[in-house]
Protein backbone atom coordinates (compact mmCIF):
# COMPACT_ATOMS: atom_id res chain seq x y z
CA UNK A 1 0.00 0.00 0.00
CA UNK A 2 1.57 3.86 -0.83
CA UNK A 3 1.20 6.46 1.51
CA UNK A 4 -1.47 8.34 -0.62
CA UNK A 5 -3.33 4.55 -0.73
CA UNK A 6 -3.14 4.87 2.92
CA UNK A 7 -4.35 8.35 3.27
CA UNK A 8 -7.64 8.13 0.72
CA UNK A 9 -8.57 5.36 3.31
CA UNK A 10 -8.32 7.18 6.84
CA UNK A 11 -4.78 5.85 7.48
CA UNK A 12 -1.86 7.99 7.03
CA UNK A 13 1.00 5.72 6.76
CA UNK A 14 3.53 5.43 9.63
CA UNK A 15 7.38 5.98 8.23
CA UNK A 16 9.75 4.22 7.65
CA UNK A 17 6.50 2.15 6.28
CA UNK A 18 4.39 3.05 3.64
CA UNK A 19 0.98 1.77 5.08
CA UNK A 20 -0.32 2.29 8.66
CA UNK A 21 0.85 -0.84 10.88
CA UNK A 22 -1.85 0.53 13.94
CA UNK A 23 -4.88 -0.03 11.32
CA UNK A 24 -6.95 -2.95 12.76
CA UNK A 25 -5.99 -4.86 8.74
CA UNK A 26 -2.83 -5.10 10.70
CA UNK A 27 -4.06 -5.32 14.60
CA UNK A 28 -6.67 -7.86 14.14
CA UNK A 29 -4.71 -10.95 12.79
CA UNK A 30 -2.44 -10.32 15.57
CA UNK A 31 -5.89 -10.31 18.35
CA UNK A 32 -7.09 -13.89 16.55
CA UNK A 33 -3.41 -15.08 16.95
CA UNK A 34 -3.30 -14.25 20.78
CA UNK A 35 -6.77 -15.28 21.42
CA UNK A 36 -5.76 -19.24 19.96
CA UNK A 37 -2.86 -19.16 21.49
CA UNK A 38 -4.44 -17.61 24.92
CA UNK A 39 -7.03 -20.95 24.80
CA UNK A 40 -4.24 -23.16 23.50
CA UNK A 41 -2.38 -22.39 26.94
CA UNK A 42 -5.15 -22.66 29.19
CA UNK A 43 -6.09 -26.16 28.04
CA UNK A 44 -2.04 -27.04 28.84
CA UNK A 45 -2.22 -25.35 32.41
CA UNK A 46 -5.50 -27.10 33.57
CA UNK A 47 -3.68 -30.51 33.04
CA UNK A 48 -0.52 -28.93 34.77
CA UNK A 49 -2.86 -28.16 37.85
CA UNK A 50 -4.66 -31.46 37.08
CA UNK A 51 -7.67 -30.09 36.17
CA UNK A 52 -7.70 -32.45 32.91
CA UNK A 53 -6.30 -34.78 31.56
CA UNK A 54 -3.13 -34.89 28.92
CA UNK A 55 -3.79 -32.49 26.08
CA UNK A 56 -4.39 -33.80 22.68
CA UNK A 57 -1.67 -34.87 20.50
CA UNK A 58 -2.00 -36.70 17.20
CA UNK A 59 1.69 -36.13 16.18
CA UNK A 60 3.79 -37.10 18.96
CA UNK A 61 1.41 -38.70 21.73
CA UNK A 62 -0.05 -36.98 24.74
CA UNK A 63 2.32 -39.47 26.88
CA UNK A 64 4.96 -36.94 25.09
CA UNK A 65 3.13 -34.05 25.59
CA UNK A 66 2.61 -35.01 29.66
CA UNK A 67 6.34 -35.60 29.96
CA UNK A 68 6.92 -32.25 28.75
CA UNK A 69 4.54 -30.80 30.57
CA UNK A 70 5.69 -32.37 33.99
CA UNK A 71 9.51 -32.16 32.95
CA UNK A 72 11.66 -31.38 35.13
CA UNK A 73 12.30 -28.08 33.22
CA UNK A 74 8.60 -27.38 33.65
CA UNK A 75 9.03 -27.46 37.39
CA UNK A 76 11.81 -25.60 37.67
CA UNK A 77 10.03 -22.58 35.71
CA UNK A 78 7.05 -23.22 37.91
CA UNK A 79 9.47 -23.36 41.37
CA UNK A 80 10.44 -19.92 39.96
CA UNK A 81 7.59 -18.16 38.80
CA UNK A 82 4.93 -19.97 41.77
CA UNK A 83 2.12 -20.97 38.31
CA UNK A 84 2.73 -23.36 35.71
CA UNK A 85 5.10 -21.98 32.33
CA UNK A 86 1.13 -22.65 30.68
CA UNK A 87 -0.50 -20.49 32.71
CA UNK A 88 1.77 -17.82 32.47
CA UNK A 89 1.78 -18.18 28.83
CA UNK A 90 -1.70 -17.70 28.72
CA UNK A 91 -1.20 -14.53 30.65
CA UNK A 92 0.76 -13.12 28.52
CA UNK A 93 -1.53 -13.97 25.68
CA UNK A 94 -4.17 -12.49 27.21
CA UNK A 95 -1.88 -9.23 27.44
CA UNK A 96 -1.49 -9.28 24.00
CA UNK A 97 -5.20 -9.25 23.15
CA UNK A 98 -6.05 -6.75 25.30
CA UNK A 99 -3.00 -4.60 24.15
CA UNK A 100 -3.91 -5.38 20.36
CA UNK A 101 -7.53 -4.16 20.62
CA UNK A 102 -6.50 -1.15 23.13
CA UNK A 103 -6.28 2.50 21.08
CA UNK A 104 -6.81 4.06 18.00
CA UNK A 105 -5.59 3.46 14.59
CA UNK A 106 -3.24 6.51 15.17
CA UNK A 107 -1.95 4.88 18.40
CA UNK A 108 1.69 4.77 17.19
CA UNK A 109 1.67 8.74 16.66
CA UNK A 110 -0.48 9.65 20.08
CA UNK A 111 -0.19 6.21 22.45
CA UNK A 112 3.68 5.61 21.96
CA UNK A 113 4.15 3.64 25.82
CA UNK A 114 0.95 1.57 24.98
CA UNK A 115 2.83 0.55 21.81
CA UNK A 116 5.67 -0.05 23.60
CA UNK A 117 4.48 -1.94 26.08
CA UNK A 118 2.96 -3.96 23.74
CA UNK A 119 6.47 -5.03 22.40
CA UNK A 120 7.43 -5.91 25.38
CA UNK A 121 4.42 -8.31 26.17
CA UNK A 122 5.01 -9.88 22.31
CA UNK A 123 8.72 -10.00 21.89
CA UNK A 124 9.98 -11.51 24.86
CA UNK A 125 7.56 -14.36 24.97
CA UNK A 126 8.30 -15.18 21.35
CA UNK A 127 12.03 -15.81 22.56
CA UNK A 128 10.92 -17.32 25.41
CA UNK A 129 9.09 -20.23 23.54
CA UNK A 130 11.84 -20.38 21.07
CA UNK A 131 13.84 -21.50 24.08
CA UNK A 132 11.58 -23.69 25.65
CA UNK A 133 11.17 -25.84 22.02
CA UNK A 134 14.56 -25.86 22.36
CA UNK A 135 14.79 -27.02 25.37
CA UNK A 136 12.02 -29.77 24.64
CA UNK A 137 14.62 -31.66 22.27
CA UNK A 138 17.37 -31.56 24.20
CA UNK A 139 16.82 -32.05 27.76
CA UNK A 140 13.25 -33.46 27.77
CA UNK A 141 13.42 -35.38 25.07
CA UNK A 142 10.39 -35.26 24.21
CA UNK A 143 7.92 -32.93 22.15
CA UNK A 144 4.37 -31.66 22.55
CA UNK A 145 2.27 -30.84 19.52
CA UNK A 146 0.58 -28.01 21.39
CA UNK A 147 3.42 -26.28 22.80
CA UNK A 148 5.05 -26.28 19.83
CA UNK A 149 1.93 -24.49 18.15
CA UNK A 150 1.60 -21.45 21.18
CA UNK A 151 5.77 -21.21 19.72
CA UNK A 152 4.99 -20.84 16.03
CA UNK A 153 2.21 -18.28 17.09
CA UNK A 154 4.59 -16.43 19.49
CA UNK A 155 7.18 -16.17 16.17
CA UNK A 156 4.27 -15.21 13.97
CA UNK A 157 3.26 -12.45 16.62
CA UNK A 158 6.95 -10.89 16.69
CA UNK A 159 6.82 -10.82 13.10
CA UNK A 160 3.43 -9.18 12.87
CA UNK A 161 3.95 -6.64 15.70
CA UNK A 162 7.50 -5.60 15.60
CA UNK A 163 6.81 -2.57 12.63
CA UNK A 164 4.46 -1.07 14.74
CA UNK A 165 6.87 -0.87 17.83
CA UNK A 166 9.25 0.35 15.17
CA UNK A 167 7.10 3.08 13.68
CA UNK A 168 6.46 4.18 17.43
CA UNK A 169 10.63 4.98 18.26
CA UNK A 170 10.81 6.34 14.86
CA UNK A 171 8.48 9.19 15.57
CA UNK A 172 9.89 9.76 18.80
CA UNK A 173 13.11 9.63 17.37
CA UNK A 174 11.96 12.22 14.69
CA UNK A 175 10.45 14.21 17.38
CA UNK A 176 13.54 14.25 19.57
CA UNK A 177 15.65 15.71 16.45
CA UNK A 178 12.61 18.22 15.94
CA UNK A 179 12.41 19.82 19.21
CA UNK A 180 15.93 18.73 20.27
CA UNK A 181 14.46 18.61 23.80
CA UNK A 182 14.08 14.89 25.72
CA UNK A 183 11.29 16.70 28.31
CA UNK A 184 9.05 17.26 24.79
CA UNK A 185 9.96 13.56 23.50
CA UNK A 186 8.95 12.43 27.25
CA UNK A 187 5.47 13.73 27.44
CA UNK A 188 5.31 12.74 23.15
CA UNK A 189 5.80 9.34 24.49
CA UNK A 190 2.92 9.20 27.49
CA UNK A 191 0.71 10.57 24.69
CA UNK A 192 1.00 14.50 25.70
CA UNK A 193 0.36 17.05 23.02
CA UNK A 194 3.36 19.10 21.87
CA UNK A 195 4.29 21.38 19.42
CA UNK A 196 6.89 19.18 17.86
CA UNK A 197 4.59 16.03 17.84
CA UNK A 198 1.99 17.80 15.60
CA UNK A 199 4.50 19.21 13.56
CA UNK A 200 6.16 15.61 13.03
CA UNK A 201 2.29 14.46 12.56
CA UNK A 202 2.02 17.22 9.72
CA UNK A 203 5.49 16.10 7.84
CA UNK A 204 4.29 12.01 8.39
CA UNK A 205 0.75 13.11 6.51
CA UNK A 206 2.52 14.43 3.63
CA UNK A 207 2.17 12.24 0.49
Given at each position: MTRRTAMRLGEPAAPPFRYNPSSWRCRVPIVVLAGIAFLI??????????????????????????????SEVSQQMRGWIGVPDAALGAIAYLGDVIFGLAGSTR?????PWLVVLFGIDVIPLGIVSVVLVGLQGTLVGAWCLLCLATAAVSLALVAFAWDEVWASLSFLRRARRESRSWRTT??????????????????TASP
Open positions: SVRLAFYQWRLAGPPWDPVFGSESSATVLDRWQYRWNLFWGRREAAGARVALA
